[in-house]
């Protein structure tokens, strides 16, 4: 038998666990899936079929909305995804489904179905009337709206589907001829006032060109702006020149010279200057060579003399002509100057009128262009609200469908197939989470810490169990003792494990002990301590339970005398001791009669006696004690031991009895060997799989072994 250790992990179930449970629950799994597919088959058999027609609507975005106006080219507007869930749900709105509800008289039908009475169909007359079989769904991706609707009569889903598609579709256009009539009437009132405001700011536009008594302020505002441009111009060269000749006007106060650059004469005296020079130059060269009263010396003095005179004539000519010709530049500057003053306050009086006369102008023309433009959308609209749209429209109509879309059979089943299978799986985990008895060794190791040293299968028959393990010489095994010979394999396997655990540490002394009565804590230590003892070994057996005491009737064996009168009468416990037939190297010390309490209370020093002397004599000392929950005496009996053993009926002790024992024992600094499973099936858990191997490999080697002749 395998020995399970602690070394699971606390509170954590293994995933191998849940996987036993649902094999071991496997044909109660199966059966109620059987059950409850067969009733999902036999309820959507009885369930009227329902039809499903749609019908396909494109709703073109992109396409033209107008006849005509800007709207004519086409939405540039990304508003795809907001448009096509406006239009899902105005194809679900009131206006849309009333008129189809009351075409195929839908409501009457449903509320007939729902048991509604005449009165409240009356009163919900005004109501909305929604439709629960009409779906009205947008493909992903698409520009496509599917209106689908369901009924039992196929040939009523189709016509429904296809009503529902043209009124939405006369809906929109209703929607758009109110927009547009509205928006006319809206219009044509604004046309009037813009009319009449229009034609005021016209007439001001010419009362105004009649004061400013010209056609266009523009042009003649052009033509003072040129004038005005050529004085200043003007005025600039008379400055200039006006400048220059007053400059040789007074330089006539320095000199000659500086004055005749400036005059018209200068020219006219740069000859009489070079004149003047020539005759100079004759007259010395005369002088040279005649005397004052020669002729050529009088001549030559007389051409000089008239040259001078005339260049003095003519410097006086040119300094009056530099004064006339400064006072003349004077004069035009002066002249210029004032020209260029009327004219910039005539353009000044002119701009300031242009001005007034721009905005009025610009008022009357604002006034006629939206004049204009509102006559042209009123125009537009007129036309374009008689016009039906084409930019939705049904693409594919729906037609009576060939099969129903409920119930769906095969759907069904696999629903009621997988969901049973989940609920009859999380009944079977919630039962196992819920169940608190102790089943297998993980159990022990994960919530208590303690190993488990040996698990004894449950034996169906138990009527002469100790002969059929152990007969006496020349009898044959008793028919049928296949589960007892399974059993004396986990009693053997039970006895190695606690032998030999701890060589260093040699047992010698072991309790056995349970939380409640009826545990099996009796049945195993008398088996452990008869296979221990058949294997040679001098082995003793108390029976420490002196209320219930029960090994004498495993063993057949006279119970007049025992524990109880030790501890009572002071008699020696060897004399008291029984050898049963069944194995000669196997003493027994009963527990006597059912003994008062006042037994148990010298239980405890007495037993410890006991223990210490057959300590020395045996070699191994067993003790069969009571429950340890309520009675004070296998305290005493656990603290004199070297070991206790605790016995727990699997599938039925519950954890925290098992877990009080431990508790207990371990407050005391008993030791604690382990914890022995007690009546174990293989459908208990996973851990208990050889049990079914057992059978057939005896039964199979029984078999070849009478084949062979043995």
Known sequence: METWTSDAEPGRIPLAHYLWLIRRSGYKIAAFVAVCAAATAIATKRITPVFESIVTIDIDRRGRTDVLGRDSQGSGINDADQFLATQVRLAQSDSVVRPVTEKFNLLERDEENLGESRQERERNAESPAPLKNLRVLRPPNTYLMLISYRSTDRKLASDVANAVAQSYLEHTYRIRYREAAGLSRFMEKQLEELRSKMEGSSGALAQFERELNIVNPDEKTNILSARLLDLNAEYTRAQTDRVRKEAAFRSLEDGLEEAVQVSSQREALRKLTEDYNAARQRFAEVQSKFGANHPEFKAAQAHLEEIRELMGTTEKSVGKRVEVEYREAGARETMLLRAVNDTKKEMDRLNSRSFQYQNRKREAEGDKKLYEELLRRIKEETINSSFQTNSIRVADPARPGRKPVFPNLALNLSLSILLSALLSISAIVILDALDDTVREPEDVARSFGADVVGSLPQVKQWTDHLLALAPPAGLAPAHGSEHLSAYEEAIRSLRNSVLLKDLERR??????????????????????????????????????????????????VDNHQGLSGALMEGADWKGLLAKPAVCAQLDILTAGPPSPRKAADFLGPCIARILAEAYQEYDLVILDAPPLLGFPECLQMAVACDGVIVVAKAGETSRKGVGAVIGTLRRIEANIIGVVLNRVRQDMSSSYYYYGYYGKYQSHYSGKRDGNGG
């Open 507 to 556: 047992v010698k002394t072991i309790m056995f002990t349970s939380s409640t009565p009826s545990e099996g804590k009796s049945t195993a230590a008398t088996h452990l301590a008869l296979a221990h003892a058949q294997q040679g070994h001098k082995t003793l057996l108390i029976d420490g339970d002196l209320r219930r005491p029960t090994v004498h009737t495993r063993f057949g």
